[in-house]
């Protein structure tokens, strides 16, 4: 039964590991893996080199610190209040609702922000106009300042459903008798939710910490690139490393140079995992992965 999902994992999971080492070559399409150059850590240095390097990982590293943060206090928070609803069919209708948009791929989610925000037929731009704010379209897309809100809006919107979903399922499996004995006991709603509630979710949350925190050098390809329509006027703002990685790789063909650049993401990410897993065992023994 468990012979396909071997032969999965590793065919698509531990085969491409030997690809790593063109992340150490000068790699040559004729030649292959076995017969290119080494070049040591050459294809790393751009990384560091590169005089948008500062730009690239800050942007990548304040984005995920955000999306992190804020999508975990909008999922408790949501998934508390939603424990709250009694209505099955109501429950389920909003719990849909708030799960469709993790469905969409970001090409749709790229077609709806552009509804919004196109400088010729968007409903702001029309809205703007309408109201005297403006004379004519404004185009969202040169405008720098805004993109790191609606970015974090847009993630939020797409990510927080999901996660929701996953709070509210461990708040189901919390037994009634600590509210009813906390009611006995005369503790309001609130009470209830920060001394019952959120400690039995404190396992969850742990481990979500410590999973994000491993990807927190990746960005979302599908957002910072797709959505943003790959706008270089709005670089300084969207522009993280995997869309940086991307271009490079697109203009310069080099294998090699991406494949660093993808192995040093997993490798940071890796020892990110390690040191918060051992900063939550020291604080709370019980949230930490191992």
């Known amino acids: 039964m468990a012979l396909p999902t071997l032969i999965w994992l590793v065919i698509f999971c531990y085969l491409p590991i030997f690809g790593l080492i063109m992340a150490f070559q000068d790699l040559n399409i004729t030649t292959g893996i076995l017969g290119s150059r080494f070049v040591g850590l050459k294809n790393?240095?751009?990384?560091?080199?590169?005089?948008?390097?500062?730009?690239?990982?800050?942007?990548?590293?304040?984005?995920?610190?955000v999306f992190i943060i804020l999508?975990?206090?909008?999922?408790v928070t949501m998934s508390l209040l939603l424990s709250e609803v009694h209505s099955r069919l109501y429950a389920k209708t909003l719990q849909t609702i708030y799960m469709l948009p993790y469905f969409l791929s970001w090409a749709v989610v790229m077609i709806v922000v552009s509804a919004f925000l196109h400088y010729d037929y968007g409903m702001i731009k029309k809205l703007l106009v309408g109201l005297g704010v403006v004379d004519k379209g404004m185009d969202f897309?040169?405008?720098?300042g805004l993109w790191p809100y609606l970015l974090v809006f847009i993630n939020a919107w797409k990510g927080v459903g999901y996660q929701t979903v996953l709070y509210l399922a461990v708040i189901s499996g919390i037994s009634?008798?600590?509210?009813?004995?906390?009611?006995?006991?005369?503790?309001?709603?609130?009470?209830?939710?920060?001394?019952?509630?959120i400690p039995h979710l404190r396992l969850v949350i742990g481990i979500s910490i410590?999973?994000?925190?491993?990807?927190?050098?990746?960005?979302?390809?599908?957002?910072f690139y797709v959505v943003t329509k790959d706008s270089g006027r709005i670089y300084p703002v969207t522009d993280?490393?995997?869309?940086?990685?991307?271009?490079?790789?697109?203009?310069?063909?080099n294998v090699g140079m991406a494949t660093a650049a993808g192995f040093y993401?997993?490798?940071?990410?890796?020892?990110?995992?390690?040191?918060?897993?051992?900063?939550?065992?020291k604080i709370d023994p019980d949230s930490a992965m191992f």
């Not at 009634?176 to 509630?197: F, N, P, S």
């Not at 410590?210 to 957002?223: P, S, T, V, Y």
């Open 240 to 253: 993280v490393i995997d869309t940086y990685i991307y271009r490079a790789l697109t203009r310069l063909s």
């Open 44 to 65: 790393f240095e751009f990384l560091f080199t590169s005089t948008d390097a500062w730009v690239i990982t800050r942007n990548t590293v304040c984005y995920n610190l």
């Open 210 to 223: 410590i999973l994000a925190m491993g990807n927190i050098f990746r960005g979302d390809f599908g957002l």
């Open 141 to 144: 897309y040169q405008q720098r």
């Open 176 to 197: 009634h008798e600590y509210y009813e004995a906390a009611v006995l006991d005369g503790a309001t709603k609130r009470q209830q939710a920060w001394y019952i509630t």
């Open 71 to 75: 999508n975990m206090v909008l999922a």
């Open 265 to 281: 993401q997993s490798v940071v990410g890796f020892a990110l995992i390690l040191t918060v897993n051992a900063i939550v065992n």
